[in-house]
Each structure stands twice: as structure tokens, then as C-alpha cells.
């Protein structure tokens, strides 16, 4: 419970520091990031279709399913991770 209550306190600090548009942005990139990985390297793996727009649909859709969920977990803490580093970085260079 104090878990949840620690986050919405942060995520409205944050909300109100950087703005809703930002806030939402750096929220959602992430798990987009996670889907496009695992998109592509089920669109790598497809060897059968020709066809560009047919292979990238069916990839995100295959990627969206539920046997993925935990490869699409880790992916999107590692983008999450690399986001936060960047972001910090790019703070602590601001900063000095």
C-alpha cells in the first residue's frame, strides 16, 4: 500500500515539473520501445513473407501476444533503465 502511495506522490511531482505532454512521453516510450524490439526480431525471423507492410503488422500483433508478455516485461525494463541513465546524465551535465 505505501508502495502505491510513494508512486502517486512522484508521479505527480513529476507530472507538475515536466509538464503532462513530457511526463506521458517519457512514460509510454519505454513499453513502445519494448513492443518495436520484439516486433522486429519476430520480423527477422520471418522468412516466408515478401511483403514489408504485411510482416511488420504481423510481427506487432505476434509480439502483443500473451506468450511474449515476459520477454516484453524485461525489455521494457531495460529500456526504462537506459531511458533513466540518459535522463540522468543529461541532468548531471545541466547541473555542472
Do not use: R
Request: hydrophobic content about 55%; glycine content about 8%.
Amino acid at each position: 500500500m505505501s508502495v502505491i502511495a510513494v508512486s502517486g506522490v512522484l508521479v505527480g511531482i513529476a507530472e507538475e515539473k515536466l509538464g503532462l505532454a513530457t511526463f506521458l512521453g517519457l512514460v509510454s516510450m519505454p513499453p513502445l520501445a519494448a513492443v518495436a524490439t520484439k516486433a522486429a526480431k519476430i520480423a527477422s525471423e520471418k522468412e516466408d513473407d515478401t511483403g514489408i507492410y504485411n510482416k511488420c503488422i504481423d510481427s506487432f500483433n505476434a509480439a502483443l501476444t500473451s506468450e511474449n508478455i515476459a520477454e516484453l516485461i524485461l525489455w521494457t525494463i531495460a529500456w526504462a533503465s537506459g531511458g533513466l541513465g540518459v535522463f540522468l546524465l543529461i541532468k548531471a551535465i545541466e547541473m555542472w
